[in-house]
């Protein structure tokens, strides 16, 4: 931009409005260049952050090498030092060469009887380096935008802690981070925004930023939005996803219990852990988002873990509940990043000697064949699947595959499918939080053969006769739970397929 253009923006500044909004209304800049602007701003911060922290780690290790070893050795370099001040030039001497900030420095020390002097470290070489050096505060205006990102600072983390903490205390499920939008507490299940708490974009992009490492930042920055996994020291565990939309970036935020949660913890029936007992074969939880399947499939996990002697192999994008080994020995893959996709971990993990498989999700074809062919082949795959009831859950595994594929699929399907749990979260009454419902299908023998035989629609009529076989319809659990006085009527119709079993409170 010229002298003239600026001073025209000069005048038409608000205070209330970034820069970078004014330079598009002014047609100096078109959206599209902006969010290029915003996106290297986000990378240049993450970088010089990075940097700040190898240095100050640097300093550390230096300023502990020095007390341990108060006399450095001698330097085989030349004098760095020209002059310090000229009363004192001539009693200084070089001493060893350190390293500082990851560049080689030379120190120097007074002799005894000399006046003290601060200690000047001069680089000896300056390595060439080809990417833009960040500055210790960006300048909004030398990237064109109406924001201060200072991501390396303490106050932007401490914010981001704070803000941490208080969900966590408050028994927020999720966080919500949005640019020009107020700070938002999911509880109970409901939404709830913070009126005071409204935040710019300046300041949703420092949070964002302070969440981020480097490599993350590029992944951002390619892709437009990022899954990763948040943990904070003294606060707690967290899913998130950092994204870019059109008024600046945005972060959403899901508390993970810090350690495996037990099915009393999370309000499941004790007779789940039934499913714990198979050793070949495969069980899904389903549900919608946010309906507590991974809380779930990690306390079934943990029951595992603490109650046989076996291989425990995970796959998940993120990983969530981390699970040290107890009886078991559990190893967690996060895809994407310790390997390329669902795909490839679970080929391999044919060939790592499994007794357990844990799929994060079944998210494509490729990932359901391959934890069909384990589940078929002796070991025991538990993962989760987006459906909204067990029969839904089947179709949805024989419609995945081409039709000529199907036939063989339900054959599979009903001799290696041993149990479809359907979860839902439902307000209580009391205001307390939510409490799960579930619909469970156990495959036995008259099961499979309405899978192998493609009368699926059946399935149905023998779960809502079949409770001595383990198995119930989501709508006569809601029946129990009103009749209990655990939740309301009104909230089992919401959630009920078919409306006409709720007979409970009439």
Do not use: W
Not at 83 to 101: L, Y
Not at 259 to 287: I, N
């Amino acid at each position: 931009m010229t002298s003239e253009q600026l001073a025209s923006v000069a005048d038409k500044i608000d205070p209330q409005q970034p820069i970078g909004d004014l330079l598009v209304a002014e047609g100096f800049v078109d959206d599209r260049q902006r969010q290029r602007l915003e996106s290297l701003k986000l990378e240049l911060l993450a970088k010089h952050r990075d940097r700040r922290a190898s240095q100050k780690a640097e300093a550390d290790r230096e300023s502990s090498a020095q007390t341990l070893d108060p006399e450095p050795k001698k330097s085989s370099q030349p004098d760095v030092i020209h002059a310090v001040a000229a009363q004192s030039a001539e009693e200084v001497s070089p001493v060893a060469t350190e390293s500082f900030g990851g560049e080689a420095v030379e120190s120097t020390k007074a002799p005894e009887s000399a006046p003290p002097l601060t200690e000047v470290r001069t680089p000896v070489t300056a390595p060439a380096e080809s990417h833009i050096e960040a500055p210790t505060e960006l300048d909004p205006e030398s990237l064109g935008l109406g924001l201060s990102f200072q991501s390396a600072s303490s106050a932007t983390c401490d914010s981001l802690d704070e803000i941490l903490r208080q969900a966590v205390e408050s028994g927020a499920s999720d966080i919500h981070i949005h640019s020009e939008g107020r700070l938002a507490f999911r509880i109970g299940g409901k939404l709830i925004a913070e009126d005071h708490r409204h935040l710019d974009a300046e300041a949703a992009e420092r949070l964002v930023g302070s969440a981020l490492s480097e490599k993350q930042c590029q992944e951002l920055r390619r892709f437009g939005e990022l899954d990763f996994c948040l943990e904070r020291e003294n606060v707690g565990r967290f899913r998130a996803n950092a994204y870019r939309q059109q008024r600046g970036f945005d972060l959403v935020l899901r508390s993970i219990p810090a350690v495996p949660p037990t099915l009393e913890e999370l309000g499941l029936p004790a007779e789940l852990e039934r499913l714990t007992d198979f050793h070949q074969g495969m069980v899904l939880l389903t549900g919608p988002a946010g309906c507590g399947k991974s809380a779930t499939l990690a306390a079934l996990v943990n029951l595992i873990n603490e109650n046989r002697e076996e291989h425990i192999l995970s796959v998940e994008d993120p990983i969530e509940v981390v699970h040290p080994s107890k009886g078991c020995l559990v190893n967690q893959r996060h895809a994407g990043r310790h390997t390329q996709s669902f795909g490839r971990a679970l080929r391999g993990a044919l060939r790592e000697d499994p007794d357990v498989i844990v799929i994060g999700e079944l998210r494509d074809l490729e990932t359901i064949s391959l934890a069909m062919t384990a589940a078929e082949t002796g070991h025991f795959v538990l993962a989760t699947l987006h459906t909204n009831n067990a029969v839904r859950t089947i179709n949805r595994l024989i419609g995945a595959f081409p039709s000529g594929e199907q036939a063989q699929v339900r054959a599979m399907l009903s001799v290696s499918l041993r149990a479809v749990v359907s979860q839902r979260l439902v307000p209580r009454v009391d205001g307390s939080g939510r409490l799960p419902v579930l619909e469970v299908l156990r495959i036995n023998k008259a099961i499979g053969n309405l899978i192998r035989d493609e009368k699926t629609i059946q399935i149905r009529s023998a779960m809502q006769t079949g409770r001595n076989h383990g198995m119930y319809l989501l709508e006569q659990s809601l029946n129990e739970c009103v009749e209990s006085g655990q939740i309301s009527r009104d909230s089992a119709l919401q959630l009920a397929e078919e409306k006409k079993l709720i007979t409970a409170g009439l």
